[in-house]
């Protein structure tokens, strides 16, 4: 006898999953359709004092399949998490996780320093740290009476 896990809200979670899937896909400019992500990583976004932060899961995805570009002030996040051998032959009876390529891309606004950007991976974790430029501080002029 098998048990099945009942959910009652399956359906309505798929469909929410493939729309949101269908509105969040960027596609890459110049590059053919077919670039379009199998997964969309989900990210946070902190903006501090002197920087702005962003924070991707990017789970089982090894550092070096990760791509992180600056152009023309976009930030864009890209790369690859395999997932190799997970059929009913290896044992797998439920496959839930995504795996494919991944693709993010965000712009940045214009007090941002492009030249500073760094990025960090540490436990499943992508950490891009963008700092602000400084700002020029406005200053009072004496008007002279002649």
Sequence with gaps: MSLTRYEPWFLVNRLQ???????THPTLG?????SVADWVPPVDIREEDKQF?????LPG???K????TLEKGELTIRGRRDLEGR???H????VERTSGQFYRRFSLPDTADSQAVKARFTNGVLEVAIPKQAQVLPRRINVEAA
């Design 30 to 34: 110049d590059e053919p359709q077919q």
């Design 65 to 68: 399949n990760i791509d992180v």
């Design 91 to 94: 044992g797998f009876r439920r």
């Design 53 to 57: 932060v962003i924070f991707a899961d």
């Design 87 to 89: 059929d009913e032959q």
């Design 17 to 23: 999953r493939d729309l949101d899937r269908l509105f």
């Design 61 to 63: 995805v090894d550092a």
